[in-house]
Nanobody
Framework: EVQLVESGGGLVQAGGSLRLSCAASGFTFDDSHIGWFRQAPGKEREGVSCISISDGNTYYADSVKGRFTISSDYAKNTVYLQMNSLKPEDTAVYYC????????????????????????WGQGSQVTVSS
């Protein structure tokens, strides 16, 4: 059974930091892509950051470049999203998602993450940034 268990959300003041964790099980972690998406009230779910576990290839949305860092820990089958310099507009429910069989897809050029690429989703973690 595939499981993605998220942790680390919470309430923080603008300019602060949080780290989200996504612990994965039930599939071959090393072959997968893991993505972080977020959804604010009344808005569509958007891709924030993605990582190819096998080669470390990463993607960041323009809105988070330079502030967020995605990383993985093979030993723990866990992906992290370190979020620094948080802004009120980062407030959303954050979801991690897994694509266990991504094939040759690369996060390059005009790549934009799609929710349809990912087969499995975590339960979501609320991140609230106060001004």
């Amino acid at each position: 059974e595939v499981q993605l268990v998220e942790s680390g959300g919470g309430l923080v003041q603008a300019g602060g930091s949080l780290r989200l964790s996504c612990a994965a099980s039930g599939f071959t972690f090393d072959d997968s892509h893991i993505g972080w998406f977020r959804q604010a009230p009344g808005k569509e779910r958007e891709g924030v950051s993605c990582i190819s576990i096998s080669d470390g290839n990463t993607y960041y949305a323009d809105s988070v470049k330079g502030r967020f860092t995605i990383s993985s820990d093979y030993a723990k089958n866990t992906v992290y999203l370190q979020m620094n310099s948080l802004k009120p507009e980062d407030t959303a429910v954050y979801y991690c998602a897994a694509d266990p069989n991504p094939g040759p897809l690369r996060f390059s050029g005009s790549y934009q993450p799609s929710i349809y690429e990912y087969d499995y989703w975590g339960q979501g973690s609320q991140v609230t940034v106060s001004s």
